[in-house]
């Protein structure tokens, strides 16, 4: 016999009929909501949706984030070989060549995050990582400090449109309960760049002297060709909105935009990009942001001399640049762990406030 459905009773034992029994079930869903009016998924269609979601976006995010910050990241370990040498760099002109690429970034965030809105992101996104590949791999023509410095300058105009690009692709596709946990697994791209970049340098530094060629140079090449490899890729995969989603059946597309629209915050009235930029920049909270987010890439700026400070305790190249990838290991698994907290408790003053204090012990720990 095939299971019945049972009907639902008020409070005083009443049969409810099938409309009343389907109001209940409706205002049940609806309680499940926390203060913010997130809710909780209870639907299995929507439950199978975000884990499609999950298999399609977060992979192709997550190697492009990866392959980002390899390519931003890997001077630090080409000064391990012989870039100075090569080129003939000061140490201020290294720390300049570092430098610099922040500055190409700064003056394309803010333009960067307009366009993504008004072209396709998938064609926008694939194509600046295209011509990032390209220039990372052209890193290794360098031959003096100017070649050097123009192009991790363009490095960074071309870097900069990734990250606003991904974080709207994500809120294009998930909830707000849903997102912490996923800008989280995106953020380990970067830390385990960072933790791996070291043996991925060991291995090519390997090939130092093939073809002519130095360690340093192999490594601007193949890390650039294996980013154009997932540039190409990520014109095929990446998603542009729900409806227009090619590997998602007809009904997930309309479960897809219909669950976001849902979630979405009320807006009163129509904007303009501007008048939006305006709202922000009057925002004390935004400013707030943009203070801790200063502090918290000035202190994260230790990474491009990482490898060197190792080197100076006396380790050799392979040692050092084996010692580079405990701590970012570690701090990925964390890093996962916070933020699936703060999505699972839908909490985020306590969690980032806690995490900012554990994190200033360090900067005090190497300067006392």
């Known amino acids: 016999m095939s299971p019945t459905i049972q009907p639902a009773k008020s409070g005083d034992g009443a049969v409810l009929s099938p409309i009343h029994t389907e109001n209940v079930l409706k205002s049940e869903v609806e309680e499940r909501r926390d203060y913010s009016g997130a ?9 199978a949706l975000v884990r499609k979601l999950d298999w399609w976006i977060m992979p192709i ?12 990241n890997a001077i630090a370990l080409a000064k391990l070989n012989t870039l100075e040498e090569d080129l003939n760099l000061t140490g201020s002109q290294y720390q300049t060549c570092v430098s610099i690429l922040f500055v190409g970034y700064v003056i394309v965030g803010i333009p960067a995050n307009m366009v993504v809105t ?17 220039i990372s791999g052209l890193t290794a023509i360098a031959r003096n400090y100017t070649g050097l410095l123009l192009t991790r300058f363009f490095l960074g105009i071309t870097e900069a449109p990734y990250y606003p690009g991904a974080l709207y692709i994500l809120a294009t596709f998930y909830t707000r309960k849903e997102l912490a946990t996923r800008i989280s697994i995106l953020y380990t791209g970067n830390i385990l760049a960072t933790a791996f970049a070291g043996l991925i340098a060991l291995g090519i530094f390997e090939m130092h002297g093939m073809a002519g060629i130095s360690g340093w140079q192999w490594l601007f090449i193949i890390q650039g060709a294996a980013t154009l490899i997932v540039a190409l890729a990520a014109f095929f995969i990446l998603p542009d909105e729900p409806l227009s989603t090619k ?15 849902e979630d979405t915050v009320a807006n009163k009235g129509q904007t303009t990009t501007w008048s939006g930029i305006l709202d922000a920049a009057k925002d004390p909270k935004v400013w707030l942001f943009v203070a801790m987010q200063h502090g918290h890439l000035g202190a994260n700026g230790f990474k491009n001399f990482f490898p060197t400070a190792i080197r100076t305790l006396g380790f050799n190249q392979t040692i050092t640049l084996v010692l580079t990838c405990p701590p970012y290991l570690i701090a990925g698994f964390i890093s996962i762990a916070w933020s699936w907290s703060s999505g699972r408790y839908n909490e985020r003053t306590w969690h980032i406030t806690i995490g900012k204090a554990i994190a200033v012990f360090g900067p005090l720990h190497i300067s006392s």
Do not use: F, G
């Open 39 to 47: 809710r909780e998924k209870t639907d299995p269609r929507e439950i």
């Open 61 to 72: 995010l997550w190697l492009m984030y990866w392959l980002n910050y390899l390519d931003r």
């Open 118 to 134: 008004r072209i396709r992101p998938s064609i926008w996104m694939a194509s600046c990582m295209t011509v990032w590949a390209i």
């Open 247 to 261: 590997w998602l059946t007809p009904e997930e597309r309309k479960l897809a935009h219909e669950r976001t629209q």
